[in-house]
């Protein structure tokens, strides 16, 4: 069963900066795209940011100039860099996972095009 584990969390003031990582085991041979998604309380997850294996990246407008996703390939690892954090950019971030198909770096990947795993989040609270 794929793991995905999400780090880098916590609580910072208003103009701080945190470093969020994710990675996915079992993934090391795999295209994919992978997404940070946010939630706050009572209110609907939302979009973050996208990176995929071809380095095409997207992010929200509310973040762009802000935030930066990049990956270190060699460590399987993807980075959601957060600067100039606001108070409105606390909530619970999760990192998700897509399998797009293919197969990479001259393995073979097990997932069919469309599956996705989760992490379970971790919780990043800015104070003004």
């Known amino acids: 069963q794929v793991q995905v584990t999400e780090s880098g969390g916590g609580s910072v003031q208003s103009g701080g900066s945190l470093r969020l990582s994710c990675t996915a085991s079992?993934?090391?041979?795999?295209?994919?795209?992978l997404t940070w998604f946010r939630q706050s309380p009572g209110k609907e997850r939302e979009f973050v940011s996208q990176?995929?294996?071809?380095?095409?990246?997207n992010s929200a407008e509310s973040v762009k100039g802000r935030f930066t996703i990049f990956q270190d390939s060699a460590k399987n690892m993807t980075y959601l860099q957060m600067n100039s954090l606001k108070p409105e950019d606390t909530a619970m971030y999760y990192c998700?996972?897509?399998?797009?198909?293919?197969?990479?770096?001259?393995?073979?990947?097990?997932?069919?095009?469309?599956?996705?795993?989760w992490g379970k989040g971790v919780l990043v609270t800015v104070s003004s």
């Open positions: 998700k996972i897509r399998s797009r198909g293919g197969n990479w770096r001259g393995g073979y990947c097990p997932w069919y095009y469309g599956m996705e795993y």
């Open positions: 079992d993934f090391y041979y795999c295209s994919y795209d």
């Open positions: 990176i995929d294996t071809d380095a095409n990246t």
